[in-house]
């Protein structure tokens, strides 16, 4: 939001002058100082895609003023804040498009990236509307690219940050499991729900096990989101929504109270 009112430039202007001159202005500087630059990679988990609050800048990217990260820098106010996660990234565009502003005063780095990788949405959408055979068969397929592909691409894109960001605390959040076992889900058998959650500790298993070997903190949510899956009757994960992107995708309360808290441990 651009905040250009001449009567606030003013009074800003004039707060700076009288803390200038208390010299609380330059105590203030060093407080901001010492809370380093914060940099927020990743795809829509990070971005904050099912949050709501989006930063009409963002465009596709979603970015949401509800994001944990965003939430994160509201509160310890960094000496910078660059919010690069985007719905929908893949480690190659987390590559191409999002390690610009890390430099060797960078302090602290979040992400989330590989289940796009994986083929989160297709996978997806074949549970939900497909057979149980038919959800096994694209989760089997998700599993060996998880397997057997993605930790290299995860090394790349770690190895990237190190490089770029060599002093940083880099948190790397896994993902959710998605649903509630037992009783009834609109939809999806056990089977299926079963399956979904296998591929999510898989894919946390995976994104841990690489983090660790580049030094990194790995933050595991499945915790904080356990008694809020989906058909769990309190769940901080959008169903089946519109605009159908934001489906899968943690809520505001997902954010503000799976993420945040497991992120903030880490950082």
Known sequence: MKLSRFAGALSALALTAALALSGAGAAHSAERASTPAYTALGDSYSSGLGAGSYDSASGDCKRSTKAYAALWAAAHKPSRFDFKACSGARTGDVLSGQL?????????????????????????????LGSDSSCLSRIDQARAYIRDELPDKLDDVYSAISDRA??????????????????????????????????????????????????????????????????????????????????????????????????????
């Open 100 to 128: 610009g502003s890390l430099n060797s005063s960078t302090g602290l780095v979040s992400i989330t990236v590989g289940g796009n990788d994986a083929g989160f949405s297709d996978t997806m959408t074949t549970c939900v």
């Open 166 to 267: 060599p002093h940083a605390q880099v948190v790397v959040l896994g993902y959710p499991r998605f649903y509630h076992l037992g009783g009834t889900c609109l939809g999806l058998s056990d089977t299926k729900r079963k399956a979904i959650n296998g591929a999510a500790d898989l894919i946390n298993s995976v994104t841990a096990k690489r983090a660790a070997d580049h030094g990194f903190a790995f933050g595991d949510v499945a915790a904080t989101f356990t008694g809020h899956e989906l058909c769990s009757g309190s769940a901080w994960l959008n169903s089946v929504t519109f605009p159908i992107n934001e489906s899968y995708h943690p809520t505001a309360s997902g954010q503000s109270r799976g993420y945040l808290p497991v992120f903030t441990a880490g950082a």
